[in-house]
């Protein structure tokens, strides 16, 4: 096969003399980690006093819990996912206070917000506050729950060993799961009406139906001390418009008009779902500004790419950040990519045809396989390539051929493995986003195991 030679690459202002970048999340090695290393700043465990009244304990596990000190007891927003960490934020809280639990605040239904609320359930049943709607967010594809829990596994790095951890993007690596749900608490109190008002020991809170990350989100107003709890709408790190363990398509255009609302509120703190609080009214505001922005972005350049007859491979390519965002400390692609956005926003438009004849009915890929081994020459010439791909460190190419020649009955399938393996962790070394990272590392693992079965290999 015809070989092009491969030029000096520069991808966001750093150069490499050797080698195939293929996203803008991958960078040079060393880079990546200094990257990544930094922002696990974003969850070192510790109870931020945010406003006079609210504290919030981030990196207690995934996501964060806040407490909000009233008159007569306390809020509590979000409880982590299991009840053992949520005892230990508690714990921590009690430091400030002793006042007992009025109230708990659940800003959407996903695991790591509500699966430790019973460590949070004293003799004094609180009301549990959410959304009409909760629980909606993961029940449409409960089906394939099997696969998802897979994926899962990978994108959150849950079996990586401690050498090969660095975090979720928005959350610490080695968070304790064995209590993951168990203390998940039912909502007593579920709201539908948007603007819903409520005066909890003392405190006045109001609350706003806000889709995004889920559809059955909301924030949390305190307008007294101008503090918003945005739930996962916001965090530090590019919004993980798709999860890559798997999800149903989430309404990217919501996402952004929901963040864009929490802007108009001039808030003086904000307390994201992950990561550290923001405080100082331009120093809160001006980034959910931004970050409705960029979601905006990326939705109308990917909408007008799709009226333009263009597919989802192209346009994951072509749309990139505004130029004036892409710098932004919280639009980095830590958790969500921009190509994974764009290939969601087509899919949940429009579904998986691409609008291209040729791919109405693709070639089953042993057969494929067996024209691109035609097309190089034969099957040693394809392995060949492969070889040379992985060596110059085209790591994506090497990829692609040896997901060909696996299907090849000459094709020495081991040898393909092997370097699925090796260009696996070449891809993983130079990214910073941590959901692929994490799931490159994990599948050469699994691979190197040989835990896969021959439908993944
Ligand atoms: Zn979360």
């Known amino acids: 096969m015809k070989k092009t030679t491969i030029p000096l690459v520069v991808t966001t202002g750093f150069a490499i003399a050797f080698g195939v970048f293929a996203a803008d999340t991958q960078i040079e090695p060393e ?108 029940g449409v594809n ?18 990586l060993p401690p050498a090969q951890a660095t975090n979720r993007g928005v959350a610490p690596a080695n968070t304790n799961d064995t209590d993951g749900g168990k203390g998940f608490v039912p909502p007593t109190i579920r709201i539908s009406d948007d603007g819903h008002k409520a005066t909890i020991a003392g405190v006045e809170l109001e609350f706003y139906l806000a889709p995004g990350e889920t559809d059955d989100a909301m ?44 802007a108009d509120f001039k808030p003086e703190h904000v307390v994201p779902g992950h990561t550290m609080p923001m405080s100082g009214q331009e120093a809160a505001t001006t980034p959910l500004k931004n970050y409705s922005e960029a979601i905006r972005s990326v939705y109308d350049q990917t909408v007008a790419g799709i009226n333009a007859g263009k597919s989802p491979d192209q346009l994951a390519h072509e749309v990139k950040l505004p130029e004036h965002l892409r710098e932004e400390p919280y639009l980095r692609q830590f958790y969500g990519t921009v190509p994974h956005a764009v290939r969601a926003i087509y899919a949940g438009l429009l579904g998986w045809f691409d609008g291209n004849p040729t791919t109405l009915n693709p070639m089953e890929p042993k057969r494929r396989a067996e024209k691109i081994a035609e097309l190089a020459g034969g099957v040693s010439e394809l392995t060949k390539d492969m070889n040379e791909a992985l060596s110059e460190q085209d790591y994506q190419w090497a990829l692609e051929l040896s997901d060909h020649l696996k299907w090849l009955k000459e094709g020495d399938r081991e040898r393909a493995r092997q370097v699925k393996i090796e260009a696996l962790r070449g891809l993983a070394e130079r990214e910073y986003n941590a959901p692929n990272r994490n799931y490159y590392l994990s599948y050469a693992n699994e691979l190197e195991s040989g835990k896969l079965s021959e439908v993944w290999f």
């Open 31 to 138: 880079r990546a980690t200094e990257l990544l290393t930094a922002q696990n700043k974003q969850f070192e465990r510790k109870v931020v006093q945010v406003s006079e009244n609210v504290y919030t304990a981030v990196g207690f596990h995934g996501a964060n819990t806040s407490m909000i000190v009233g008159d007569d007891g306390i809020i509590i927003v979000d409880t982590l996912r299991g009840p053992l960490s949520a005892s230990q934020a508690l714990q921590a809280f009690r430091k400030v206070t002793d006042k007992p639990v009025k109230a708990i605040l659940y800003t959407h239904s996903h695991g790591d917000h509500i699966g430790g609320a019973s460590a949070f359930v004293g003799e004094e049943k609180p009301e549990i506050y959410a959304t009409e709607g909760f629980g909606s967010a993961e």
């Open 142 to 159: 409960k089906v394939v729950d099997p696969i998802k829990m897979r994926r899962n596994v990978r994108q959150f790095g849950r079996d």
């Open 219 to 262: 924030f949390i107003w305190m307008p007294k001390e101008k503090v918003l709890f945005s739930g996962d709408n916001f965090y530090h790190a590019f919004p993980n418009l798709y999860a890559i363990r798997g999800t149903a398509y989430r309404d990217v255009l919501k996402w952004s008009e929901s963040v864009g609302r929490m």
